[in-house]
Structure formats: structure tokens, C-alpha cells
């Protein structure tokens, strides 16, 4: 291990709790609560709750982002698209954090980043807005040097790099080749003053991969820890990818 290494600082843990609600929601009931999710990964030693509230709210609803924003002590990132509506639901809110993230109804989940490049007049005025409210802005993005520049140029101030395509690789050569284009896009976003983060897909294996990535200072993981938590409790789900963390 080089000395840069061992004095790196701790990467900061995200722990998006939406498979709570949605468990919840697949029967209309008030159980699970995410929000004991939240602070259930909060006393574990979760550095930062995710949330995601979708345009069709198949989980995560505005009761609990409402809740959320009045109780963790721990900074909340929210997950949502560039629409007026959720725009609204940020400036009223408050969370520390907005992740834009495209989205699509038909999905499972979200499938790759967003295209900034595409998008650079819509999205420039809302970062705008969101900054000055105090948000930090983040966009969620495919690891590739355009979608940095443009995430840069709209008013982000970090970029989080989609995983995906690495951690679902379905053959180690692959795995190899996408890990390349991650590293190449955080030196990238590195050197132009953006904060670097990661997320989507990240397991209790790959994690190291992911972590050894130059210059990234955050992860935000949700499905393979809730998907632990079933098992071993979530505080022992979330203490146990610290310590894969670490």
C-alpha cells in the first residue's frame, strides 16, 4: 500500500435507504419506515443518508423526505430529476445535497448517468437555483471526460460516477475496461476542482475495486446493504461495508 494510501481520508458512506419504502409500498402499508432505516444506518456510522423521490413515487414519498430533513443529524443527499416539480420539493426542503439523476418510468432502476452534455441549457438554471438556496449540487453521470465538463459547466459541484457498467460487468475483462474509464473520469473531474463520488451497484465485493479509485471521496449504496439487512440487521449491514470501506 503506498503512503498516499494509508493517509487517505475515509471515503464517506451514503446509505440510500429506498428498498425500505419500497418493501412498504408493495403493500400500502406504513411499515417499513424508512426513516428508521435512516436512522438506523445514522447510528452505524453512516456518513450520509440518500434518498431518491421519484416522479412516480414508487418509493421514497414527500412524508419522507419531509421527515428525513426534520430529523438525521447526518448531511441528506436527495436523488431526483430536473423537473419544476421536484425543484420545488428541493427549495422547500432544504437537503444538503440534490443528485440529479435521469429517470424514466419504464426502469427498474436507474440505468446509466445523466447527460449533462445534452442538457446544458435545462440544466444550468436549476443548479442555479438550487446553489443559491445553499444546496450542494451534484450530477450523476457516466464516467466520461464530456459529461464531467459539461457537469462543471452547468454549476455542479461534485460529480458522481455511475458504477454500474463496472460492477455488472459480466466478464473481468470487461470489469477491467470500466474501471479504466472510471479512473480516467475522476482524475478528470479531479483536476478541475470537482469533489468525486461513486455509486450504483456496489456490493460487499467490488467495493474495494471502487474504493481504490483515485481521488473519490464518497459512495452511495443502498440495494446490496438493505439486501444484507434482511440477514444481519441494518446496523450490522452497514457497519460491515464500513469495514470493507476502510
Not at 478528470?188 to 469533489?195: D, F, Q
Amino acid at each position: 500500500m503506498s503512503p498516499s494510501q494509508t493517509s487517505r481520508r475515509r471515503i464517506r458512506l451514503g446509505v440510500n435507504v429506498d428498498h425500505i419504502a419500497t418493501i412498504r409500498q408493495a403493500r400500502g402499508t406504513q411499515y417499513p419506515d424508512p426513516l428508521f432505516g435512516a436512522a438506523l444506518a445514522e447510528l452505524a456510522g453512516a456518513d450520509q443518508n440518500t434518498i431518491h423521490l421519484r416522479e412516480d413515487r414508487r418509493h421514497i414519498q414527500e412524508r419522507d423526505l419531509r421527515l428525513m430533513r426534520d430529523t438525521v443529524q447526518v448531511p441528506l443527499n436527495l436523488e431526483m430529476a430536473a423537473t419544476d416539480e421536484m425543484v420545488g420539493f428541493a427549495l422547500q426542503y432544504r437537503p444538503d445535497t440534490v443528485t440529479l439523476v435521469p429517470e424514466k418510468r419504464e426502469e427498474q432502476t436507474t440505468e446509466g448517468g445523466l447527460d449533462v452534455v445534452s442538457q446544458l441549457e435545462a440544466l444550468a438554471p436549476v443548479c442555479v437555483s438550487l446553489r443559491e438556496a445553499g444546496i450542494v449540487v451534484s450530477t450523476f453521470i457516466d464516467p466520461e471526460a464530456d459529461q464531467v465538463r459539461a457537469s462543471q459547466a452547468v454549476g455542479a459541484t461534485v460529480v458522481e460516477l455511475h458504477t454500474g457498467d463496472f460492477c455488472d460487468a459480466p466478464t473481468q475483462a470487461i470489469a477491467q475496461g470500466q474501471l479504466a474509464r472510471l479512473h480516467s473520469a475522476a482524475i478528470s473531474a479531479h483536476e478541475i476542482g470537482l469533489v468525486v463520488a461513486a455509486g450504483h451497484g456496489i456490493d460487499y465485493q467490488n467495493v474495494r475495486d471502487v474504493i481504490a479509485l483515485p481521488h473519490v471521496e464518497e459512495l452511495n449504496i443502498g440495494h446490496s446493504i438493505i439486501a444484507r439487512a434482511l440477514f444481519v440487521g441494518l446496523e450490522r449491514a452497514v457497519a460491515e461495508m464500513l469495514e470493507r470501506m476502510a
